[in-house]
C-alpha cells in the first residue's frame, strides 16, 4: 500500500489535493495592505502578469510597520482571511498566498496574562522541589560510584543545575561511574544488587523511557529483563506518550496539566519532567513566541494552540513519510491543510517588480549560470540540527550538483565566506555563516536564487535606519537574486530547509518555488520566511535533475497538497456577493 494510500484510509488528509507540480494562478490568493498604494499597485501588476484572478485579491487594513502586536495579528490578518475564503467559496482551491509590499513581516511576542503569571509561579515552584529531588537522587548515585564514610555532597545540592541539559549530561557521567564499580565488585551477590540499584536510579531520573535506552542488549552476567517483559514496558511507553500528548494539547493554563506532569514524571523521570517544565516557564514568560507572519499564516485551518515555537510542517515530504512522525503529530494537524505562503517583497517597490519581471523572464529561457555552495570544512554528522549536519549537507548539495547537472559548481570548504567578487555569474547560491554581514562576492543572472543560513538574515527588509547591519536577505535581493529565504528572529538551525532537498527539487524543474519550500520546511508558525514569486520554476524549461535523484525512496512519490479543510470544522459564513465594495479595483 502506498504511503498516500495508507495516510487517505486513516483520514490523515481531506478528501481533495493538489498533485505535486499542479500549482497554478488559480490556487492563489494575493494579500495586500490597503494602507499602502505600493502594496496595491503590486498585487494587481503580479495578477496582470500572471493571470491570477482580480477576484482572487485580499485587502487588509494594517499598520506600514515590519512588526505586528500578537494581540492584532488574529482579528487584523488570521481572521479576515480566513472569512474572505470562506465566504467566497474559496477554502478547497486556494492554497497558495502571495503577501506584498507593506505587509508586516513579524508578528511580536505572547502578552502574558495575570493567569499566565499564576501558573509561571506554580511551574517555578514545581521546577525547584524537581531539582532538589534529583539532587538527593545524584548524591545515592555518587555513593555507588565513590562510597565514602563521610556524608555524600553534590554540587547540585548547593548550586542547582538549571538546564534539564545539563543535569542529564551530569547525571550520565555519575551512572557510568557507578556502573564501572559495579562491575568490578567481586561478590556476585553484592554486584546484583548494586545493579538493581542503579536500574532503580535510571527509573527515577530518566522514567521507564531512560530504562528502555539503557537497556538493549543482554548483559554477560543475565541481568537483562525478558523479552516479554521489555515489549510489556515498551508498550505501557507507547500508552503512557500518547496519553501525555493528549493532556498537553490543552495548554500551559489547562487543568490537565498536573496530570500530564505526573505521567511525564513517571515515563521521563525526573529529568524529563526538567525539560518539560523549562518550555512550559518559557512558554509562560512569552519566550519563543515571536514568529514570520507568512509562517503563522501557514496553519489558519489548524487546531487553536499557544504560540510558543513551532508546529510541524505536515507538507514536508520527510514528515510525511515518516512513521515516527505521523505517530508524534496529532491527528488533527495532519487533517489540517497547510496553506503555503511565499512573500513578493523588499527593499523598494521598484525592486519587487524587478523580481516578478525576473521569475517571468527566466522561465521563457530556463536559469543558466554557476552554482555556488560555501561550506565550512566541519567533520561529518549525522546528529539532528548539528552545525556538523548542515554543513555535510552543503557540500552533499555541491556533490549532487556537480555530478548530476550540467551546471558549472564551485564549492568553497573553508571556515571563511567567498571573497569580494569571487563569483561572477551566480545562478543558485547556498552558503554559511555569517550574521547580519553580507559579503557582496556574487554577480548574480537574471532569476537567481540564494540564501544564507544565518540566525537573522531576514530581520527587516528595509532596515533604513541601521545602515551598518546587512542582512543577507535585503542585501541579497538588492544584488539582484529573484528569490531568497531567512528568519525574522533567532530561528534555531533546525528551522532551515536542508539545502540539498530544497535546491535540488528546484533543479527538477517540476516543482514551483513555494513547493520546494514547503516541501522541505521543517517548521511552521515560526521563523522563517520565503521571498520571491511563488509560482517561479527557474528550471523549468532545462530541468537539470530527477526528483529521485534528490529524495530517496522511502520518501517518493511526493504526496498531493491537501486543499479542502473538513466540511465540519468549517463555519457557514454567508457569500458575498461578486461586487463586494471591499474587493480591490484595477
Not at 518559557?282 to 510558543?308: M, N, Q, V
Request: aromatic letters at 8%; glycine letters at 6%; proline letters at 8%.
Amino acid at each position: 500500500m502506498s504511503n498516500l494510500v495508507l495516510l487517505t484510509a486513516c483520514g490523515l488528509f481531506p478528501w481533495s489535493a493538489l498533485p505535486p507540480g499542479g500549482l497554478d494562478p488559480n490556487h492563489v490568493a494575493l494579500v495586500f495592505n490597503k494602507k499602502s498604494r505600493a502594496s496595491g499597485e503590486l498585487a494587481l501588476f503580479y495578477a496582470d502578469r500572471r493571470g491570477v484572478p482580480k477576484r482572487q485579491m485580499i485587502a487588509l487594513d494594517l499598520p506600514l510597520k515590519e512588526d505586528l502586536p500578537r494581540v492584532e495579528y488574529e482579528s487584523k490578518v488570521a481572521e479576515p482571511i480566513r472569512d474572505w475564503l470562506m465566504a467566497r467559496g474559496l477554502v478547497d482551491r486556494i492554497v497558495c498566498l502571495a503577501v506584498f509590499y507593506d505587509v508586516p513581516i513579524r508578528v511580536g511576542p505572547q502578552t502574558v496574562t495575570p493567569e499566565m503569571r499564576r501558573a509561571l509561579s506554580k511551574a517555578r515552584r514545581q521546577q525547584k522541589r524537581t531539582l532538589q529531588a534529583y539532587a538527593r537522587l545524584l548524591a545515592e548515585v555518587n555513593g555507588v560510584a565513590r562510597p565514602t564514610t563521610r556524608p555524600t555532597t553534590t554540587t547540585t545540592a548547593t548550586r542547582p543545575v538549571k538546564r534539564a541539559a545539563d543535569v542529564r549530561k551530569e547525571f550520565l557521567t555519575a551512572l557510568a561511574l557507578a556502573k564501572d564499580r559495579a562491575s568490578r565488585l567481586r561478590d556476585p551477590v553484592a554486584d546484583r544488587a548494586a545493579n538493581r540499584r542503579l536500574l532503580t536510579y535510571m527509573e527515577r531520573a530518566e522514567g521507564v523511557s531512560g530504562v528502555l535506552r539503557h537497556i538493549r542488549k543482554p548483559d554477560r552476567r543475565g541481568t537483562e529483563l525478558g523479552q516479554k517483559q521489555l515489549e510489556k514496558l515498551r508498550q505501557a511507553v507507547r500508552e503512557g506518550q500518547a496519553r501525555i500528548n493528549e493532556l498537553l494539547r490543552a495548554g500551559p493554563l489547562a487543568p490537565e496539566r498536573d496530570q500530564a506532569r505526573e505521567l511525564i514524571g513517571r515515563f521521563a523521570g525526573l529529568i524529563g519532567l526538567l525539560a518539560h517544565l523549562e518550555q512550559d516557564i518559557e512558554r509562560l514568560r512569552g519566550k519563543h513566541t515571536t514568529a514570520s507572519l507568512d509562517s503563522e499564516l501557514s496553519t489558519p485551518w489548524a487546531p487553536r494552540a499557544g504560540p510558543y515555537r513551532w508546529r510541524i510542517n505536515t507538507l514536508n515530504a520527510r514528515v510525511r513519510a515518516s512513521g515516527a512522525m505521523r505517530a508524534a503529530v496529532a491527528p488533527a494537524e495532519w487533517a489540517a491543510p497547510v496553506m503555503m505562503v511565499a512573500r513578493l517583497d523588499g527593499p523598494s517597490p521598484t525592486l519587487v517588480r524587478r523580481m516578478i519581471e525576473d521569475a517571468i523572464s527566466t522561465e521563457k529561457v530556463g536559469l543558466k549560470g554557476h552554482a555556488y555552495f560555501d561550506a565550512r570544512g566541519l567533520d561529518a554528522s549525522r546528529v539532528p540540527g548539528s552545525y556538523e549536519l548542515y554543513d555535510q549537507n552543503v557540500r552533499d548539495l555541491a556533490l549532487l550538483s556537480r555530478t548530476k547537472t550540467s551546471m558549472p559548481t564551485v564549492l568553497d570548504n573553508y571556515e571563511d565566506l567567498f571573497g569580494l567578487g569571487m563569483c561572477p555569474d551566480a545562478a543558485l547560491y547556498c552558503g554559511w555563516y555569517r550574521v547580519g554581514r553580507y559579503r557582496d562576492a556574487f554577480d548574480f543572472v537574471r532569476g537567481a536564487v540564494g540564501f544564507h543560513i544565518a540566525s537573522s538574515e531576514a530581520v527587516s527588509l528595509r532596515d533604513r535606519k541601521n545602515r551598518k547591519q546587512r542582512y543577507w536577505c535585503k542585501e541579497l535581493l538588492k544584488d539582484g537574486v529573484a528569490a531568497t529565504l531567512g528568519p525574522v528572529a533567532e530561528p534555531f538551525l533546525s528551522a532551515f530547509p536542508k539545502p540539498r532537498d530544497f535546491f535540488g527539487l528546484l533543479m527538477t524543474g517540476q516543482y514551483t518555488l513555494v513547493e520546494c519550500f514547503y516541501y522541505t520546511n521543517p517548521y511552521n508558525s515560526w521563523m522563517m520566511m520565503l521571498i520571491g514569486d511563488p509560482l517561479y520554476r527557474p528550471f523549468k524549461l532545462n530541468p537539470q535533475l530527477k526528483v529521485q535523484d534528490v529524495l530517496p525512496g522511502d520518501v517518493l512519490p511526493l504526496q498531493p497538497i491537501p486543499t479542502s479543510q473538513p466540511t465540519a470544522t468549517r463555519p457557514v459564513q454567508p457569500r458575498l456577493r461578486a461586487d463586494d465594495p471591499s474587493a480591490p479595483r484595477p
